[in-house]
Structure formats: structure tokens, C-alpha cells
Nanobody
Framework: QVHLVESGGALVQPGGSLRLSCSAS????????IGWVRQVPGKEREGLSC????????YYPDSVKGRFTMSRDSAKNTWYLQMNDLKPEDTAVYYC????????????WGQGTQVIVSS
């Protein structure tokens, strides 16, 4: 069973940077996809990145491409989301989801970590 725990959320000033962590366990050995999603109350969830184990590629939507980077430490089973040049509109609760980046309704989600971008 997949279990995810996010951390690293904080209050940061506009233009600042932040790195979120997602500690994962129970991921399938053969093929999976793990990604970051954020949600603002009253708005739809927004996918931010999706790493696919089958080819090692990471997808980013145009809205965050160039500002957000997903990486991993395989030894620690931990994925990171490096966020640069943060804007007030990046304020949200950030989640990681697997094993289909939150596409499958049965995916596992972490508890979320709050990011607030404000001066």
C-alpha cells in the first residue's frame, strides 16, 4: 500500500524559493507515476509535475515550467519539488500523489503541506 508524507511548507516572501519533500513507501516495483498537485480552497486541483518510473521522465504543465523542478533521492525514497520565484498565486496546499500522479481516484495522497507566499 502506498503511503506518502509531505513536508517543507512555509511562509515565504514573493520571489523566494522553497523545497517541498514527499517521503514515499509502498510504491509498485515495476511501474508507477508520482507527482505534485496543489489545491486552493474553492478551486480545482492543479497538477504541477509527474514523474514516470518507466522512462524516468517528468512532466510539467506550462504554468510552472521553468520555475518548479521535481527531483528524487532514490536512497531515501523521497521526491522533492523545488519552487523558485514564488508568487502570491502559488499559495496553496501542496500534495504528492501516486501511483498515477493523482489521475486514478484510488491513488494515495499525503496529508498536504501549506505554502503561503506573502510579504
Amino acid at each position: 500500500q502506498v503511503h506518502l508524507v509531505e513536508s517543507g511548507g512555509a511562509l515565504v516572501q514573493p520571489g523566494g524559493s522553497l523545497r517541498l519533500s514527499c517521503s514515499a513507501s509502498g510504491l509498485p516495483l515495476d511501474k508507477y507515476a508520482i507527482g505534485w498537485v496543489r489545491q486552493v480552497p474553492g478551486k480545482e486541483r492543479e497538477g504541477l509535475s509527474c514523474f514516470t518510473s518507466s522512462d524516468g521522465s517528468t512532466y510539467y504543465p506550462d504554468s510552472v515550467k521553468g520555475r518548479f523542478t521535481m527531483s528524487r533521492d532514490s536512497a531515501k525514497n523521497t521526491w522533492y519539488l523545488q519552487m523558485n520565484d514564488l508568487k502570491p498565486e502559488d499559495t496553496a496546499v501542496y500534495y504528492c500523489a501516486a501511483p498515477t500522479c493523482g489521475v486514478n481516484p484510488n491513488d494515495a495522497w499525503g496529508q498536504g503541506t501549506q505554502v503561503i507566499v506573502s510579504s
